[in-house]
């Protein structure tokens, strides 16, 4: 059953806490993002990843960090520099230039 | 950077009518535009894909219209039905590096 998966649904931080958000594909896809949605905005872009072992910066990519280690997998890391890390967070992935099929979405909110 | 537009942010319709969803964007040098659905608290559906060389696109009871000289797209629902009631987002790809740009989204309530 190919897709996107994201883990956890929600994710709780505590001030000071690094928090680690969890993005698997297993639909072969060279590429993957993250994005930052909130209320009332459009989404907008973290990081994105074409190919492993490579990254660039998008739009909000400050007190964020990835890793693109292997193709199927693109975590991304809430750092305690993040001071308004609440939103919601969405992993996509592609073929080059083709359709982004989005995950189910992480919840973060801060305790 | 390229802004993209969506009027109304949100719309109510009775059961029955036709939905016209509007998207501007400011450069028009794209290499597709998409339009994506989302359910409250869900990730995105895409729902019609438009090449930049392309006029429409067409999927069941949805339209899509592409006029890329004056920067707009027009997502049209025929004959709406509770079920269509969502958030609709659209999203503009870059030519030069397939980079998304996102519209805030309009959210449609289609009342029984």
């Known amino acids: 059953d190919g897709g996107i998966t994201q883990s956890p649904k929600y994710l709780f931080r505590k001030e000071g806490q690094n928090v680690t958000l969890s993005c698997e594909q297993n639909l072969n896809h060279d590429a993957m993002y993250w994005y930052r949605q909130d209320p009332g905005q459009g989404l907008r872009l973290i990081y994105y990843s074409q190919i492993v072992n490579d990254f660039q910066k998008g739009d909000i990519a400050e007190g964020y960090s990835v890793s693109r280690e292997k193709k199927e997998s693109f975590p991304l890391t809430v750092t305690s520099a993040q001071k308004n890390p609440t939103a919601f967070y969405l992993c996509a992935s592609s073929h080059s230039g083709a359709t982004q099929y989005f995950g189910p979405g992480t919840r973060l909110l801060v305790l | 950077k390229q802004e993209v537009t969506q009027i109304p942010a949100a719309l109510s319709v009775p059961e029955g009518e036709n939905l016209v969803l509007n998207c501007s964007f400011t450069d028009s040098a794209i290499y597709n535009l998409q339009w994506f659905r989302q359910d409250p608290g869900k990730g995105l559906t895409s729902l019609l894909l438009?090449?930049?060389?392309?006029r429409e696109q067409t999927s069941g009871r949805l339209n899509a219209s592409l006029d890329k000289s004056s920067g707009r797209s027009t997502l049209y629902i025929a004959a709406s039905q509770p079920g269509d009631s969502a958030t609709y987002l659209c999203?503009?790809?870059?030519?030069?590096?397939?980079?998304?740009?996102f519209g805030a989204g309009t959210t449609v309530t289609v009342r029984a």
């Open positions: 999203a503009v790809a870059s030519s030069n590096d397939y980079k998304l740009s």
């Open positions: 438009i090449q930049s060389s392309q």
